[in-house]
């Protein structure tokens, strides 16, 4: 069972949206934080907003679907810029559970820190960790407080470039975690793999695994193992006189027939023919 502590200290000390007031030029802005959480009428939220919005999810599941119809999974920890002048939709799950922490700049607030790549542009997701969730109570703390608006900026400001840290800390592990993938899908091709444990083995969410492994490699993890079994082929073939019956059941494949289909559906020639083409 996932331990949910720490999400549910987070949700617990903040009750209620906090304000602080930032002077820039000669008007003064409004910087807002807190949790939201849902009424059965705002699952699905279409916006196309005039101030910048961070969004943590904390619990809970939904899909956002951005300005041009791509549409991403939103888990606990995803990371959701609502950028300005962006037209969005969120669609949360109904069943109760979602919260998530927001930050909200406005624009003359916002442009200057993203200009100066103060706000670094992520969409990605980061579980929930005793380090994230203490620089999200900082922030509520700062508002809370009478500290000066710049320490409020200071603090969230820190939040940001917590989540990049973070994000490059993850992506160097990830990529091991895919090069490991990898090295296990071009194994045994006599054996089946097993995705899903696959991914639990290697401590990953398994659509996480699957969307990361496709973001690296170009392919799905199924369909990257059939390609370099077809590979494996094509190298066999060229090289040693083995006949094509051995090399399907060399391959993992229950008929001849199967490993045929296959391997010319993705060279365009029979296993006879492309082996006659290179002797």
């Known amino acids: 069972m996932k331990n949910t502590t720490g999400v ?33 009428e705002a699952l699905v939220d279409t916006q196309c907003l005039d101030d910048f919005r961070l969004l943590y999810l904390l619990s809970g599941h939904g899909i956002l679907t951005d300005a041009y119809g791509v549409s991403r999974n939103l888990i606990p920890g995803s ?31 916002y442009s200057p820190l993203a200009s100066a790549g103060f706000i670094p542009d992520l969409s990605h997701d980061m579980p929930p960790t005793p380090e994230i969730n203490a620089a999200i109570g900082a922030v509520m703390n700062a508002l809370h407080s009478t500290v000066p608006s710049d320490m409020v900026l200071s603090r969230i ?40 444990a696959l991914s639990k083995r290697l401590e990953l969410g398994y659509e996480q695994f699957r969307k990361e492994f496709k973001r690296v490699t170009g392919y799905a993890p199924k369909e990257f193992r059939i390609r370099k079994k077809i590979e494996h082929a094509q190298r066999v ?17 229950p008929t001849q027939f199967a490993f045929a289909k296959q391997f010319k559906k993705y060279t365009g020639l029979s296993p006879m023919q492309f082996k006659r083409s290179v002797w």
């Open 157 to 196: 400001l820190s939040l940001f470039a917590l989540f990049e840290d973070v994000h490059h800390r993850t992506a160097s592990v990830l990529l091991r975690k895919i090069d490991d993938a990898c090295e296990a899908l071009m194994g045994d091709f006599t054996k089946d793999i097993n995705i899903p």
């Open 237 to 253: 073939l060229s090289t040693e006189p083995v006949s094509v019956g051995v090399l399907s059941s060399r391959l993992g494949y």
């Open 79 to 109: 990371i959701v810029y609502r950028k300005p002048g962006m037209r969005h939709t969120i669609e949360r799950s109904g069943d109760g559970t979602w919260n998530d922490f927001f930050i909200t700049l406005p624009l003359p607030i």
């Open 8 to 40: 549910s200290n987070v949700i617990a000390g903040i009750t209620q949206k906090r304000l602080s007031y930032v002077v820039a030029g000669k008007r003064m802005y409004t910087i807002a934080a807190g949790i939201y959480t849902p009424s059965a």
